[in-house]
């Protein structure tokens, strides 16, 4: 049996990773700086061995082949030994193609947003359509459970990821994946730690469709002006936009597009189901374009669309009651931030509120490459909660007012949340690409039995130093007016 160790083995694709080597039959074992549930247990589940940190003699596991997560660097003490000796190293997108994508049909989702949720569509979809699909995406599907699995299909879906692939190829991991057909849901600049404008991600994605034959398909929205200046670069493959006038498009029925049409040129399918939020129906729409693409049947789409149970922490209601519901969302970028928000507050109407809870954890957020789009796609929100903690790059007490109360301390979020007592239902939607301190599980908990606990006294506006913005208790107010 071949061994493989791979170095950053808990990241989300690097973990999917490591259970498609072990269902081809591989022994796996790899490490970790952070190494702790839920990834750690369920992969220790699946048979592979853990070791937290990376000191230690990787040649003393006698791996035939290391992969190198894109999280190791130069410099690391594991990474100069392995430099230095005989073994065999591979990044992980490279080692997926040359073991397992170049004997498939790759259909590939990229974009800025809402890559893992129409992966998991199209997952779903092509499933119920009796194809079977091996996939990789960059989450937990609700519909199956895992973020990978190998099968015999010829197809394997994976989620086209724009980040660099490793120290030693600075190129994005989707150059790659070779993919047959090619979605690409949007462009924005993002990513502020490794590119440095638009520009450079339109380069990325220019060199993918370089490599993309004749005969592979891009699909693609209109109007984009990201896209449509990338295709004007070139693009030498089948083009299928999603447009009106090309024949496939949306309607909402519902103003929160919990109900929409899909229409295909003179057929229309009526869509009920449990997403919600226009950038969602714009999902279905690429994904029901990619099903139109391979030639198979559609029958079976509206109901596979009503079926699907979404992905997790992607607007997933983890708790609600008589007062309110409570959603985690892995917030990235302002973009998917105001997609959330309008969203939810399509749902909420008039007479229902809307709080964002926002914790900063991306590499864009924390830099502030976006500060000024961020606090307006926050301001969607009837109140906001905005998390100043120790990595963020930039100070958010500056905005303070009324309805936007910035917090360094997330034990004084909680305190709020128990003293609020809303005269209207309200929606919290906690957003976060990261743990955020175990905020979810106790907003949670505290929903589950009716937040009997004991209230803190609330500070009143008199009590703060006037003139300027003051961190009181960890709670920033606005200066007195």
């Excluded at 937290?52 to 003699?57: F, K, L, M």
């Excluded at 009651?321 to 302002?334: E, L, Q, T, V």
């Excluded at 000024?372 to 930039?394: G, K, P, R, T």
């Amino acid at each position: 049996m071949k061994h493989i160790h791979i170095l950053g083995i808990c990241g989300t694709f690097m973990g999917a990773l490591a259970l498609l080597a072990r269902e081809k039959g591989y022994k796996v074992t790899g490490s970790d700086q952070n190494v702790y549930p839920p990834m750690s247990s369920y992969l220790e589940s699946q048979g592979i061995e853990l070791i937290s940190g990376y000191e230690y003699d990787i040649e003393s596991f006698k791996p035939d082949q290391v992969i190198v997560g894109n999280t190791m660097r130069r410099g690391m003490p594991i990474v100069e030994y392995l430099l230095n000796s005989e073994l065999e190293y591979f990044s992980g997108p490279e080692w997926l193609y040359q073991e397992i994508l170049k004997d498939k049909k790759v259909i590939a989702i990229a974009g800025t947003h809402g890559k893992t949720t129409t992966t998991s569509m199209v997952i779903k979809l092509m499933d119920d359509a009796g194809l079977n699909p091996s996939f990789l995406v960059g989450g937990i599907t609700q519909d199956f459970g895992v973020s990978s699995r190998l099968t015999d299909s010829e197809y394997f879906v994976i989620e086209a990821d724009e980040y660099d692939t490793a120290f030693f190829d600075k190129r994005s991991k989707f150059m790659h994946y070779h993919p047959d057909i090619l979605v690409i849901n949007n462009l924005e600049f993002d990513h502020a730690d490794i590119f440095n404008s638009i520009e450079d991600i339109y380069r990325q994605f220019h060199h993918l469709m370089r490599l993309l034959p004749g005969k592979s398909t891009v699909i693609y929205p209109k109007p984009d002006a990201h896209i449509d200046k990338l295709l004007a670069m070139g693009c030498w493959s089948e083009r299928c936009p999603l447009q009106a006038e090309h024949g496939l498009d949306i309607k909402p029925l519902l103003q929160d597009y919990s109900q929409f049409e899909i229409i295909d040129h003179n057929r229309t399918l009526k869509i009920n189901w449990a997403l919600l939020g226009e950038h969602n129906a714009k999902n279905a729409l690429s994904a029901y374009a990619i099903l139109k693409t391979l030639g198979v049947s559609l029958d079976k789409v509206t109901e596979s669309f009503k079926n699907f149970k979404g992905v997790k922490r992607r607007l997933e209601c983890i708790a609600q009651n008589d007062h309110y519901a409570i959603y985690d969302d892995f917030a990235h970028h302002p973009t998917a931030v105001a997609q959330t928000l309008r969203a939810i507050k399509a749902r909420a109407g008039e007479k229902e509120r809307v709080v964002a809870i926002l914790e900063p954890r991306s590499n864009t957020m924390k830099m502030g490459a976006q500060e000024s789009a961020l606090i307006n796609a926050l301001h969607i929100a009837d109140e906001v909660c905005f998390y100043q903690n120790s990595v963020m790059q930039w100070q958010a007490a500056s905005y303070a007012k009324d309805n936007f109360l910035v917090f360094d301390q997330v034990a004084n979020i909680v305190e709020h949340f128990k003293q609020s007592q809303p005269e209207r239902f309200t929606h919290y939607v906690i957003m976060s690409n990261g743990a955020f301190d175990g905020l979810h599980q106790q907003l949670g908990a505290l929903a589950r039995r009716g937040i009997e606990t004991e209230k803190v006294r609330n500070f009143s506006r008199d009590e703060i130093l006037p003139a300027t913005n003051v961190a009181l208790g960890s709670y920033f107010f606005p200066a007195k007016k």
